[in-house]
């Protein structure tokens, strides 16, 4: 038997925040996507922690490579550039998945400092430290990267920097455990439809305005 496809908004809102609920594609639960701002900033706090990372360990780098200029064995290594700027890339991307694996498990310093949390769109489940990793290599195509991180600023993109996650909003009431509501205004614009629709005249039937 084929799963039912949940997907885009509900008539629920969230009574914290007032933002849309939204469902899970197959598991239909219910989430509350974080806010652009917060995906924003969120965001950019992850790539800077990032940046600071690679570059302290460029700096050890250099730092070790002074140390063998000063020694026999290691001096024709040490003016080996070549060597050098492989090593700089193996380390942007072994930092990456690293950085990657605590994305996809626990969770990254801009998602805390956020309260938000990249889930899939799926069933809300996390990547996992091997997707995860993976997912943060992508970040490498740095185009890719900005077009993301540009579109969360007005929720005009609905992932989270890769197909099917999303971020998910955990400072809201949905996040701490309060029941979604109604959404009042889409009940009022029901309400007031259904109201039209009664003072609409008979054009069949026998009201006083039918004509024969």
Known sequence: MAKQN???PTRLIDASTGRPVRQY???GGYYVRASAARHFWG???DGVVFLAAFAVLCALVVVARKGMENNIATLELAYNDGFFYALFAVLWFVGLFVYGMVWGTWGLLGERAARMRSVRITDGTTSGAWIGGWRAVAWSFIPLYVFFLVGSMFETTNVDHSPGYIPLDLES???RGEPPVEDPALLA???AQAQANTELPKLYGKSSDARP
Do not use: A, D, P
Request: proline share 0%; hydrophobic share 35%.
């Open 6 to 8: 949940f997907e885009g």
């Open 25 to 27: 594609t197959m598991s």
């Open 43 to 45: 965001r950019v706090l």
């Open 173 to 175: 009431g949905l996040g």
């Open 189 to 191: 614009k029901e309400q």
